[in-house]
């Protein structure tokens, strides 16, 4: 499966963006998915993820209550709200198609990942 990450560019503090994914190739509606980031000179680190029907998500501390992660089956896209953007989100964006159905939040449960969409926040 390809998945094609878009929806980056700059914002300023306090700004929204939406985050697509989409999948193609294959269906991915057995799978979980998952959003991570990696700012520079950091590790790659888990932001959210959504099990294969949209029945349960996960959030990293950092980002919850700011950030939705969603998915359109129908659609092979996933998608992730960020609202209440801070500099500190400031990052390269991944999505990332999990081996099951769950949600994951590690990065070894994930075999198959786009190629990241910059996200810029500016104060």
């Known amino acids: 499966v390809q998945l094609q990450a878009s929806g980056g560019g700059l914002v300023q503090a306090g700004g929204s963006l939406r985050l697509s994914c989409a999948a193609s190739?294959?269906?991915?509606?057995?799978?979980?998915m998952g959003w991570f980031r990696q700012a520079a000179g950091k590790e790659r680190e888990f932001v959210a993820a959504?099990?294969?029907?949209?029945?349960?998500?996960h959030y990293a501390d950092a980002v919850k209550g700011r950030f939705t992660i969603s998915r359109d089956n129908a659609k092979s896209t996933v998608y992730l709200q960020m609202n209440s953007l801070k500099p500190e989100d400031t990052a390269v964006y991944y999505c990332?198609?999990?081996?099951?159905?769950?949600?994951?939040?590690?990065?070894?449960?994930?075999?198959?990942w786009g190629q990241g969409t910059l996200v810029t926040v500016s104060s």
């Open positions: 990332a198609a999990a081996r099951s159905s769950g949600y994951y939040l590690s990065r070894s449960n994930y075999n198959y």
């Open positions: 190739g294959r269906t991915i509606s057995n799978n979980g």
């Open positions: 959504i099990s294969w029907n949209g029945g349960s998500t």
